[in-house]
């Protein structure tokens, strides 16, 4: 049984940073690639960081040099750091894997406030 579990979210100034946890089980973790996505009501979910299972990643334009997507094999864990957060990053973000998959967790609320 696939599971994905997220973890970190909670209410943050602008400017302020977030470290965010997707554990997984029930999948081959280290031989797939992972990603997180957000989700704002109204809108379609967009990626926001990919992490392969070597370790290269892929970031959304508006994240670059903001966000650090990371995995630890042994922990069966990826981790989103979220730095310099703004208010347009407010959203649920969830975590897909395998990538592309139809495995999603429960999501985490993240409030970024002005």
């Known amino acids: 049984q696939v599971q994905l579990v997220e973890s970190g979210g909670g209410l943050v100034q602008a400017g302020g940073s977030l470290r965010l946890s997707c554990a997984a089980s029930?999948?081959?973790?280290?031989?797939?690639?992972i990603g997180w996505y957000r989700q704002v009501p109204g809108k379609q979910r967009e990626m926001v960081a990919t992490?392969?299972?070597?370790?290269?990643?892929n970031y959304a334009d508006s994240v670059k040099g903001r966000f650090t997507i990371s995995r630890d094999n042994l922990k069966n864990t990826v981790y989103l750091q979220m730095n310099s957060l703004k208010p347009e990053d407010t959203a649920v973000y969830s975590c897909?894997?395998?990538?592309?998959?139809?495995?999603w967790g429960q999501g985490t609320q993240v409030t970024v406030s002005s």
């Open positions: 029930g999948i081959f973790f280290v031989g797939n690639a």
């Open positions: 992490i392969s299972r070597d370790g290269g990643t």
């Open positions: 897909n894997g395998p990538l592309y998959s139809v495995y």
